[in-house]
């Protein structure tokens, strides 16, 4: 015999009779973790053998316009690894939740009891908006630092146009990657959110479940 | 019993309500690092902008201390990612003690022999021991408890000490450059060091994370007096604490590599020399980034495992995809 659920005024939830699956979110989560870590783990080693490459460039004194373009590469490489990693763990902190979210109710299936699933907080909404700001700024940067170091190569731009191009692309680099570890600490506060409820709805299941 | 109070006195630091205010103040803090991006992001347009003019005399120092903010600024949105992972320690332990009060009113009676219970399962979440009681805490778990905070704040400490150094570093940049560039190399050893000790304090609070889960859950099931199951290490993990130490390695192979450029700011080499570093200081970064998304999903993994666990401790029927081995 089960016990109807008391509607909450703690935490917006919806109720179901059965185990909810993962959002799409969550499911994105799941899929994607794994092939940008592998593309995080490719793309640093290319960033650092541009490096060498670029340094050796500089010790046999090598044309200034290469070596800058052989820089822009080379940072290009580097931050789409930068890219791909903290879209990794964006994905994987989506997937955790996504465990969170599904596990949670399997439990009270087990029970016997209502399912009640957490609606989405506003951390996790402002997670995903902030994780997509940070991952365009860093893109925009690293096709920025492509198509300098593209003109630089040919000699369609001055050496002084890239550096000045190269100087704003850092800062927006560098803003992008500020943006990604806010919304990283936002994904974390939604965990939090998540342990707060599942801890109060664990307490309540037996008295639920009582006949 | 004995094991009982053992978590419990491993758990005196951790924080056990106050998880909402922690991750509160540890997004505030990560907008402060943004505030400090963005001030970095204005300096840089403007100093893009001075040499397109062609005033390009300022330049450097702006640099320099741009720099020095740039890097305050994700140590800062680092520091308030490690505060949140603290206030996540301090929930699972409160998900753990609501664990122990509901699931004896929820469990069914007992049809396994806790104490003949012995050997490997394979579950959907991987390998599992059997054991009657909760197995002794993890040697990696062990360090995560003890050094994440120090680590943390010998991080901050590292990358705002640069900082200064970074203000005194544009201001003799117009005077000499020779010293102007040998400080520089200070400070890009000295901030990435930093950065790399905080990254190794978040792999480390989520390996006391790790271990919280693992001698929770093992507390749970030997208080139920059941069998206890504990997932196997992984993969994940295995490979999580490999490249966390490579990353530090690297971190502090950098540091020496640029405390030794400093002597040779002087000479033609010191630019080669600095064309490379900065990228191995970039891979080190990306190393213990790599490092931290497979402990993320390793602890994606001990979840759905713990889940699992529950569930079967619950239902009526034994699980019929565990087998024993």
Redesign the interface.
Known sequence: MTRAPAPRNDYAVSVSGSAPGPNVPQRVGRAL??P??AM??MA??I??A???V???M??SGADAQLVAAT?NF?TAA?FV??AS??A??SF??A??L???R???G??QE??GTAVQTLRMPS?AKAFLALMMMGMMALVAAVIGHVIVGIGLASGDLAL??G???A??L???R??G???Y??A???G??T???V??F???R??E??AE??G | MSTNLTTLSRSRSIPRQGGAGLARLGVAVAVGGVMLAMVSLINGLIAGSEVAAGNDAAVPAMLAWGFGVATAAFATAKLGVAVVLWGIVGRVRARVEAMSEALPRLVTPSREDAAASSGVIRTPYGAATVSSEPPPELLIHRASRLLWAPMIAMGVMAVYGGLVLSVVQSSSMASDAVAGRALGAWVQGVQFLGEGLLLGGISFLLGTILASLRGGGADVQARLGRAVHTLRMPITAKLFIGLMALGMMVEMAQFGLYAYASTVAADPSFAALSAWLGPLREFGLGLLLSGIVLALATIARVLGFQFHRVTGLIDRAPHSNEVKS
Request: hydrophobic letters at 65%.
């Open positions: 973790w794994l940008m870590l995080a783990i640093f080693p960033g650092l541009l490096g060498v670029r340094a050796g500089i010790g820089g080379g580097m690894g930068f990693v903290f990794a763990i994987a902190i997937r955790i996504g465990v969170f599904t596990g949670g399997a439990v087990a029970a951390t002084a146009i550096e000045q191009w100087i704003w850092e800062g927006v560098r803003a990657l500020a943006t570890l806010l990283i600490s936002l974390l506060a965990i939090v959110v342990l707060r599942q801890t109060v664990l307490r299941l037996p479940t009582a």
